[in-house]
T-cell receptor
């Protein structure tokens, strides 16, 4: 059974800092990994999708890496801004389950 | 193009009642999946439908059911509501295949009193 773990559960940083969010998964036989952003009480916004054949994906200030063999992914956010404050979720497909999610990392960027 | 749309946005029901939640996928997407998210947790998979056929079911009781219509929209039904069913219910759509990204709607906030 696939399990996804995200560390840390919460993070508070001053504006301008670079930061790394971590995601680990127990079954490395994945097709891809997706990172999402969720604002309080809202739905999920897809940030990045990394296919299993890729090692990283970049979008603006965001960079996600994938190491399938070790069952790990990281989301790097450069020059953080207060608008980046949200919960970040990673998820992987598993069997007949389209996505298995971690519990997320709640990020606060302080101005 | 419009994103995934869900209705209603908020709903308050009483224990024992029944509820129907609706989802319209992105145009061209034939797969719809449903998730339940309780406060402080990641979303939990409930159902997936593709071309009107159930493709997957999560670990939820038989009180939960769903269906997909010929236009690929979907409904999630929950019978005999319990207090523990209070959650954000999320719908996602995708094209096909496991390499297709999922796109989520804004969810329906269900409160059971």
């Amino acid at each position: 059974k696939q399990e996804v773990t995200q560390i840390p559960a919460a993070l508070s940083v001053p504006e301008g800092e670079n930061l790394v969010l971590n995601c680990s998964f127990t079954d490395s036989a994945i097709y891809n990994l997706q990172w999402f952003r969720q604002d309080p009480g809202k739905g999920l916004t897809s940030l990045l999708l990394i296919q299993s054949s890729q090692r990283e994906q970049t979008s603006g200030r965001l960079n996600a890496s994938l190491d399938k063999s070790s069952g790990r992914s990281t989301l790097y956010i450069a020059a953080s801004q207060p608008g980046d404050s949200a919960t970040y979720l990673c998820a992987v497909p598993s069997g007949n389950t389209p996505l298995v999610f971690g519990k997320g990392t709640r990020l606060s960027v302080i101005a | 193009d419009a994103g995934v749309t869900q209705s209603p946005t908020h709903l308050i029901k009483t224990r024992g009642q029944q509820v129907t939640l609706r989802c319209s996928p992105i145009s061209g997407h034939k797969s719809v999946s449903w998730y339940q998210q309780v406060l402080g947790q990641g979303p939990q998979f409930i159902f997936q439908y593709y071309e009107k056929e159930e493709r997957g079911r999560g670990n939820f009781p038989d009180r939960f059911s769903a269906r997909q219509f010929p236009n690929y929209s979907s409904e999630l039904n929950v019978n005999a509501l319990l207090l523990g069913d209070s959650a954000l219910y999320l719908c996602a759509s995708s094209r096909q295949g496991q390499d297709s990204p999922l796109h989520f709607g804004n969810g329906t906030r269900l409160t059971v009193t």
